[in-house]
Structures are given as C-alpha cells and as structure tokens.
C-alpha cells in the first residue's frame, strides 16, 4: 500500500536559518505529492504540491521537487521566520480502486526560535 | 483558494449523547469529502470518504454505526458521533475534493466528551 515517511521531530530552528524536512514515499502509479501546514489549533492548510516528477511546488518561500528517482519530496525554505512555527504533512494522493484515496506522514513539528 | 468550514469549532457534550458536526465547501462543489481524527501530536487519521448521494466507506477500525456520515448535497456533509463516551473525545477534521483532486481542510472540530 501507500505510506509516506516524514523525519521525526521536532525541528528546532533559529530565526533565518535554512530548513530541510526530509519525505519519502511508497506508492503505485504516479500519484501527487503534497505538502500541508497546520498551525495550533487549526486545521491544514495546502501549501504548495507537485504532479508530475521533476515538478517544483513553491509558496511563501517554501519549495519541494518532486524526485520521482529518489521517491522523495523534501521541503525546504531559505530563511525562516517565527511565524513558520507549525507541523508540516508530507502527503500524496494516488489512483486507489477508481478513487484517489490520500495518505499521510506523521508530521514534523518545527519550532523557529527569534 | 477554496474555503472548507466546519461547525461547530469546539463542543463540550456528555457521555452518551450525540453530536453532529458539519463540514461545508463554501465556493465550490465536492463530490468527495474526506473525515479525518487527530490525536495530540499525531497524524491523521482517515475515517472515511464521503461521496455524495452514497454510503460512505469508512476505514478498516472505524465504526460506521458510531460515526454516522451523511453526504446530502455537493456542499455539505455531516459527522454525527452516536453515544458519544470519554475515548471519544478529539480534534476532528473534514477536507473537500476539487475536481482537480486538490483537497481542502476544514479548521477542525475540537470534541470533548465529559
């Protein structure tokens, strides 16, 4: 079956410094990969997604490629700030009996310090 | 971006009694919709899948005469946690499918049952 593997956390940062948050997949076919951003108390917001391999999703300053060799799907940001403090979701969604039936990684924390 | 809302956002109710939660897409139509359960810290977990017009299918565990789903209309479909006790007690969250297969959460149900 599908399963999407996410590096354990928490992923404790300072203010500007670069982020890597390391995702790697299992799945039939060719499914979309997805990153999502859950800030306390809120459900999850999409932040960017790829659909095809060698696709690079980006938004706010994140980016993710999709490796279709590596089956990994790494988020990473340049600089980041206290406000990206949250828990980020690996996630793809694939072809599963006519239906696309999505599925999870366990989530990263990541806490930005000032 | 599409909006995905849920109501209520927290409920407090007894041990026995029954709550109904619903998730409404709010500026497009999801034929898919999708209930998840989250536990402190943890991932995801998928119920079930809403389909409009049809019986839902729920995941391997869950109990679908416990978790009651309804999917009356492409905006709306309703959670309803029958004989609600202590383990059940949660943060439920709805997502809704685009046509496109983009998924889009729901803020999230806090349940406490007392």
């Known amino acids: 079956g599908n399963s999407v593997t996410q590096m354990e956390g928490p992923v404790t940062l300072s203010e500007e410094a670069f982020l890597t948050i390391n995702c790697t997949y299992t799945?039939?076919?060719?499914?979309?990969l997805f990153w999502y951003v859950q800030y306390p108390g809120e459900g999850l917001q999409l932040l960017l997604k790829a659909t095809k391999a060698d696709d690079k999703g980006s938004n706010k300053g994140f980016e993710a490629t999709y490796r279709k060799e590596t089956t990994s799907f790494h988020l990473e940001k340049g600089s980041v700030q206290v406000s990206d403090s949250a828990v980020y979701f690996c996630?793809?969604?694939?072809?599963?009996?006519?239906?696309?039936?999505?599925?999870f990684g366990r989530g990263t924390s990541l806490i930005v310090h000032p | 971006g599409a909006v995905v809302s849920q109501h209520p956002s927290w409920v407090i109710c007894k041990s026995g009694t029954s709550v109904k939660i619903e998730c409404r897409s709010l500026d497009f139509q999801a034929t898919t919709m999708f209930w998840y359960r989250q536990f402190p810290k943890q991932s995801l977990m998928l119920m079930a899948t809403s389909n409009e017009g049809s019986k839902a299918t729920y995941e391997q565990g869950v109990e679908k005469d416990k978790f009651l789903i309804n999917h009356a209309s492409l905006t709306l479909s309703t959670l309803t946690v029958t004989s609600a006790h202590p383990e059940d007690s949660s943060f439920y969250i709805c997502?809704?499918?685009?046509?496109?297969?983009?998924?889009?959460f729901g803020p999230g149900t806090r349940l406490t049952v007392t």
């Open positions: 799945a039939t076919g060719y499914p979309s």
């Open positions: 996630a793809l969604s694939s072809q599963s009996g006519g239906s696309y039936i999505p599925t």
């Open positions: 997502s809704a499918r685009t046509s496109g297969y983009e998924q889009y």
